[in-house]
């Protein structure tokens, strides 16, 4: 079954503190592990969520800024310990190289994964492949920044109920998928005739800039933004001042982009409770979570477009109804619900103290919705 998941592993901005580590978020897209920003703790973050290097086949590095790729030294070896038997491909900006190769060899250990390094030299595509695009684009933030975008392609997605009305079984599901229509028993049955659009979800990652059109171009459309919020709006001109956005920024972004799911992190230190920085993005944009270390937060998925199934299923059955001994339609079976998801909260790198409340067995921040 096919996992969509961000895994927050630290949200912490330039130093982390007892709650919140130094960046670092796993996305999970079916057979994809693509790490983001790993900063300093990442791999100890991994063990708390459970999260194995196997897991991962792709980097992405938006800038050479400590907090966003100091886990990359550590990283490095942990592949190689663990032997990850598939190639391991690394995003960054170019001017960053000598950053790079640094945190590739910080220290003697005997490297046996394959690394295959992609430094980014302009905007665009970085990667493509039958399944997914992923894109990024300069940010402003005073070094070499890039967000990136992923996109996967277009597909169509099988109507079951009009496969059966129309006799398509077993091997014969595969030669319509691949060739476009399949005969049976002596009738040609089309592609388009037994499926509807799915349009390929999409995914934004705006880490450190000021608010700049291409923020809002990474995000457009996507199903799920993660995306800076160093500061709030009381203190929007040192945010401006340092390359940053406020939760409010963050979220008109998204409002313009058009996003679909706002997650915001990248919290500056100054910060114990993010319950303002909720209030203040959902003034915005209604569909905003705060992100939390250890915290699982699904990809939203899409709903199956019910007028265009329901538009092909009477076609079919009026097609049906003129064939010569045809069997009468079984009435649509409804999906089962899913369970909701649990996020669980990663345990806190330091002993508890007074200050933490312990909550079904999680330690949680206190004043923390």
Known sequence: MSVR?????????????????????????????????????????????????????????????????????????????????????????????????????????????????????????????????????????????????????????MLPEVLAERGVRGRAIGELQRNGEVEVQGEVVRLDEVSVPCPGQRFAFVMDTRPCRAAIELAEGVDMLVIESTYLSSEQREANDHGHMTARQAAIIAREAGAKLVVLTHFSQRYQSLDPFLKEARAVHPNVVVAKDGRRIPIPRRQRTDNEAAEIMGSNRTATRALPGAQPALPPTAPPTAPPTVLPTVLPTVPPTAETSQVAGEMLEPDDG
């Open 5 to 157: 998941e961000l895994i927050v592993l630290g949200t912490s901005s330039q130093v982390p503190t007892r709650y919140r580590n130094h960046n670092g978020y796993l996305l999970r897209w079916d057979e994809e592990g693509i790490l983001f920003d790993p900063g300093e703790g990442t791999q100890r973050q991994m063990i708390y969520a459970d999260v194995t290097a196997t897991s991962i086949n792709r980097v992405m590095i938006t800038h050479f800024h400590g907090d966003h790729c100091l886990g990359l030294a550590g990283m490095s070896q942990r592949l190689s310990l663990d032997r990850v038997p598939h190639p391991v491909h690394i995003h960054f900006p170019a001017s960053g190289q000598v950053f790079y190769d640094r945190l590739r060899r910080a220290s003697i250990y005997h490297a046996v994964a394959e690394l295959v390094p992609h430094p980014v030299r302009q905007e665009g595509v970085v990667h493509e492949d039958e399944r997914l695009i992923l894109e990024c684009r300069r940010l402003d933030h005073g070094v070499d920044t890039y967000g990136y975008r992923l996109v996967e392609r277009d597909r169509r997605t």
